[in-house]
Structures are given as structure tokens and as C-alpha cells.
């Protein structure tokens, strides 16, 4: 069996961690596009799950089954023709909406602490990384999933300015919701993903820390394609 590290070598891998909001799902799909590479967003996987979850009556609290599910559950993704989000496949439905509201994120978040589960998980990652190249965009991608990856980047923005770009996006998407309450879901969430016991948001050592306040994706891109091309 292929480990982490040699799988690592036999391509080139880009990881892409930092806290949700800080623009790591449009940064990545924009990197693999100039680069022509595969793309995993390891975040759909865990709102993949907490929706499969909800659809089989199985709690957040119930780790074998959760495990159980996240090792078995039937996911693919479909890249977009036009370039927009890949699609995301649960079961043989697009779900690549239902995925982003805020009760699948949080649940996505609570699910995500559970060592069960990203121990399930952590294969079905890895096999994503396919020549010629892999943009890995997520939380844990280049200290756990990756650790040998050529190139890490680590995103991050204020918890106020991620928090204004998820209510942009809300309220694009006709769903009514307090900011005020967003910025607090965010605080909550960045202190679960940074204290959690299991693979804890942190900086890979060896990654280039990006913080996209203030920034268009245009100039982060810029950035990102510098530190990855070396």
C-alpha cells in the first residue's frame, strides 16, 4: 500500500489549509484551473457527512455509525464544465447546495472533531492525489493528510471579514441571517477547529501563512501561484 509520504512524492501536491471563510474553496478550484490539477475540497467530505447523516437518522453523537457511514457512503464529485463548483454527488443526487447551508456546516464542524470519523476518512483523501497535480483545499491537508507535500499554503482572515463574505453569500442566496450571529458561529467554530484533540487547525510548519483581509482573489491568487511555482 501507497503511505503518505511516498504517495505525496509520486505528484506534486498543494495544500491549502486555514479557517473556514478565508477563501481556500475559490483559491484552490482557481490554482487547479491555471494548473491544470485535480482538485479536493476535504470540507464537502464532512458536510457530505453530516447531510448523510441527517438523511439516515444517524446522531452526531453516534461515533461507530458515523464512522461507519463516512467509510461507506456513496460520494463522487463532477467537475464543472464552465468552471464554476465542481458538483458534489451524495447517493447518486447533486448536492451541492443542500451541503452549504449553515445547519450542514455546523453539523459538519461537530462531525469533524470525531477521530473516528477522520480516521475513515483519511484514504479516501489521499487517493485524490493523481497525476499531474493535486490542489488539496481544507484544514489538516498539509500537517496530516499530506505531510509531504511540495508546497503548503496556510489562508486566513479577521473572524469580522469572513464572517461579512458567509453573509454575502446568505444573502445571495435569499437566506435571511443576523451577521452579528455569523461572527460568532465563526469564533465558535475556529476555537473546536483549532482546540480539537484530533488534527487541530494549526499551521503546517513549513507553510506560508496568506492573510486574504483586505484582499480580492485575483491578488491572492497572484500570491499563491508565486509560492507555488517557486
Known sequence: MMTANNQDKAVTVITVDGPSGSGKGTLCQLLAARLGYHYLDSGALYRLLALAAKRHKVGLDNVEELAVLAAHMDISFRMNTDGGHPEVILEGEDVTDQIRREDISTGASKVAVVPEVRAALLERQRAFARAPGLVADGRDMGTVVFPAAQVKIYLTASPEERAQRRHKQLIDKG????????????????????????????????????????????????????????
Request: aromatic share 0%; hydrophobic share 45%; charged share 30%.
Open 175 to 230: 437566506e435571511s441571517v443576523s451577521l452579528a450571529a455569523l461572527v460568532e458561529n465563526v469564533r465558535a467554530r475556529d476555537e473546536r477547529d483549532m482546540t480539537r484533540q484530533v488534527s487541530p487547525l494549526v499551521p503546517a510548519v513549513d507553510a506560508v501563512e496568506i492573510d486574504t483581509t483586505g484582499k480580492d482573489i485575483q491578488e491572492v491568487l497572484e500570491i499563491a501561484l508565486k509560492i507555488a511555482r517557486g
